[in-house]
């Protein structure tokens, strides 16, 4: 799961005795990255097309995943190796 935009976040903490309800604007990217995503138990990475941040890291995920379904198609064909 790829989220996008987060150089247009911003994060705001709550104070310990404020009662008020939680917004987006009151978590984290690490609240984020354990909530309903991590039940999922899918991958989850937070990039930024505009400022290029974790580009590389995505690009890592992807070829790993690729690779993996491939060695599972074609397991004698060690080309992504």
Do not use: C
């Amino acid at each position: 799961m790829v989220f996008n935009k987060i150089d247009a976040y911003s994060y705001t903490p709550k104070e310990p005795d404020d009662l008020t309800p939680t917004t987006r604007e009151n978590l984290s990217l690490d609240d984020l990255r354990h909530t309903w995503m991590s039940r999922e138990n899918a991958p989850s990475i937070f990039i930024s097309a505009r400022e290029k941040s974790n580009l590389d890291q995505l690009r890592a995920d992807l070829y790993h995943m690729v690779r993996e379904i491939h060695a599972g198609r074609y397991p004698f064909n060690n080309f992504l190796y």
